[in-house]
């Protein structure tokens, strides 16, 4: 496995100076955030995060991400113009040494929680989802705004953005994906590239919006779209596992054994007793999650894509972007340091 940390580029309260001294550290994941979904990155802006992480030991060969435009998500008739953006992209990320491009088909709102600093009893503080904060939540009539929400859009946007999503409908949904991969996976093969969808986060509907990167039904449905190692997961083992109808292990040995994961999201979630979640510590014993039984399934399939320690708490004092604080993120980078030396050592005993 490649070892990788998501970095925000020169903005980032974390520097790459100290991305690098996580032990076996190789990968920066990061984007172009100066300009709108929709349009071209510029190459500048790509050849000067190449270079900081050059110069920093560490190479840059992981997007996260190139957001989907809304438009293309729902089929409007200027998705053409679109795609051809999105490809350019891929083609001038590859041009930069990139193997590897992240994305979802989430519509309207990426990940959606309640509170970005719930405190534990240990004094540390995480990302959590609680139904009783979300219950009485309508987006049509009340101005929320959920943390991570992007607050752009006026409330009749929303509304109208709402009303779009119900006319495609789940299926119009699953057409719109099938038209973006036919579009986008033969650039990416042609150029090296592998597409990896991140899952819906939580993997369930929410207010009302379709969503189907969800469950394994649907990750197969989706692979077989477009049948190439071009087309793959990015598996994020949070996102699929704050639902108990996922077995994360064993979705990961599933995916692995067929050469479908271009990239790992390791992280864990506690579900409670509701269906409320909370981020937890890397550790399994923290979570609802079999951190060893993931990493034990990518070893025994000889799994060679990305990983990256997916969000941490804040710890010891640190403030920053929730979920992505250096330390909580490196202890989760030196958990799983551990957990894959001691699967491969223990894989070449046997
Ligand atoms: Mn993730």
Redesign the pocket.
């Known amino acids: 496995m490649k070892l990788s940390f998501r970095w925000y580029g020169a903005g980032d309260p974390v520097p790459l100076a100290y991305i690098r001294q996580i032990p076996g550290m190789r990968s920066v994941v990061s984007a172009v955030y100066d300009v709108k979904p929709g349009q071209v990155w510029p190459e500048e802006s790509l050849a000067r995060i190449k270079a900081d992480c050059e110069e920093n030991g560490l190479v840059f060969d992981v997007v996260e991400s190139i957001p989907v435009p809304e438009d293309i998500k729902l089929g409007r008739p200027n998705r053409d113009e679109l795609l051809a953006v999105y490809g350019e992209n891929i083609r001038r990320c590859a041009r930069y040494g990139v193997k590897c491009v992240t994305y979802n088909f989430m519509p309207v709102f990426d990940w959606t929680r309640t509170q970005l600093d719930k405190k534990a009893s240990d004094g540390s503080t995480s990302l959590v989802m609680y139904w009783d904060q979300l219950r009485d939540l309508d987006p049509l009539t009340d101005d929320i705004n959920l943390p991570g929400w992007d607050a752009s859009y006026t409330r009749d946007e929303i509304k109208a953005l709402f009303a779009a999503y119900a006319a495609v409908g789940e299926e119009g949904l699953w057409e719109n994906l099938a038209y973006f991969l036919k579009a986008v996976i033969p650039v990416a093969e042609e150029c090296g590239v592998r597409m990896a969808i991140?899952p819906d986060?939580p993997p369930y509907p929410l207010f009302g919006l379709p969503r189907i990167v969800t469950c394994e039904e649907n990750l197969d449905r989706l692979l077989k779209l477009a049948d190439s190692p071009a087309n793959s997961l990015c598996l994020?083992t949070?996102?699929l596992g704050c639902a108990r109808m996922n077995d994360v292990p064993a979705l990961v040995r599933k995916y692995a054994a067929m050469d479908r994961i271009a990239f790992m999201?390791i992280r864990n979630v506690k579900i409670m007793e509701d269906g409320s979640f909370e981020e937890r510590a890397h550790l399994s014993a923290c979570g609802s999650l079999d951190v060893y039984e993931i990493v034990r399934a990518l070893v025994e399939c000889g799994f060679d894509g990305y990983v990256r320690p997916?969000h941490g708490r804040m710890i010891w004092g640190e403030t920053g972007k929730p979920g992505y604080g250096l330390y909580d993120r490196a202890l989760g980078a030196a958990y799983i340091n551990g957990l894959f030396e001691a699967c491969e050592k223990a894989g070449r005993k046997g």
Do not use: A, K, Q
Request: charged fraction near 30%; include cysteine.
């Open positions: 991140h986060d994020c949070g996102s999201h997916d």
